[in-house]
């Protein structure tokens, strides 16, 4: 299957990143991550997609019942790149923190994901719904 730059960024966050269930995560990065896709993020560099499936479960163990909110329309460029500002937090509560996530697509799927931090939210920021 292969996906636009938008949709991509979308499945990684919501379906990759902010999925609980190891099955549904893996079934996304199937559909949307090359095999041999990167992960380059503050912490770490993590190589193939069963490294950045491992990755993204361990990262989601740390806050459960956080989601992840796009605060802008994914920007693309030239059909090959893109990237997503989005806000994360408890629902109900203020955005705990801020990222941006850029990736560059080959043939319909992600082959390397960039993780930017982006300090902290605006504290005036509407509780993450």
Known sequence: MSYDIPTLLEK?????????????RRAVAEEVLH?????????????GRDEVVRIAGVIRATHPTFRYVPTDAAEVLHGMAGRLKWVAGAPGE???????DFVVARDGKISA?????????DPTSPPIE
């Open 35 to 47: 095999e041999d896709a990167i992960f380059v993020e503050p912490h770490g560099v993590y190589r």
């Open 94 to 100: 203020p955005p705990a923190y801020a990222g941006t």
């Open 12 to 24: 990684n966050l919501q379906g990759i990143f902010g999925e609980e269930d190891e099955a549904r």
């Open 113 to 121: 994901l960039y993780l930017f931090f982006d300090g902290a939210p």
